[in-house]
């Protein structure tokens, strides 16, 4: 039976793995050239991150378990941008993290976590959702209801 569980400040350690594990697989390459100092470094700042956001309520982070297990994670980050005439009050976030375990993949576990934090997002009155996708995870995504945003640029 699927369980999904919210994460806060007192889980950032099981917060941390799941994030590395992450960053391991989006960024396999770039890890074989990091030093194990650079990439403590970069758990240290994460870690930084969460302490921060979770004082300021503006992240949520839920993961799935399945049988005691843990399947899967996924994060929202809120924030604010200018307010303009598609976003009123500025208020967005960032679907981020969102990562199924290979074993628990293709039984609905990431359209669980996605909706949840969409809705959370929806009920703190945010606007607009963001994210970056895998070529794997834009089938899901557009599902959902997301649309690929063209002109957007990163330096």
């Not at 959370?120 to 649309?147: C, Q």
């Amino acid at each position: 039976m699927l369980e999904i569980k919210f994460l806060n400040k007192e889980d950032i350690e099981l917060l941390l793995e799941l994030r590395m594990e992450v960053l391991s697989h989006v960024f396999s390459e770039k890890k074989k050239t990091l030093s194990s100092e650079e990439w403590e470094a970069i758990k240290q700042e994460n870690k930084s991150f969460y302490q921060e956001q979770f004082m300021a309520n503006k992240h949520v982070a839920l993961v799935a378990m399945e049988d005691g297990k843990i399947a899967a994670c996924a994060n929202i980050c809120l924030y604010n941008e200018m307010p303009s005439p598609d976003n009123l009050k500025g208020r967005c976030a960032y679907l981020m993290n969102v990562y199924v375990r290979e074993e628990f993949r293709r039984k609905g576990i990431a359209r669980k976590l996605c909706t949840k934090l969409i809705e959370i997002a929806k009920n703190r009155h945010v606007e607009k959702v963001y994210l970056e996708s895998s070529d794997m995870g834009k089938p899901l995504y557009k599902s959902l209801g997301f649309k690929d945003m063209c002109g957007y640029m990163k330096l």
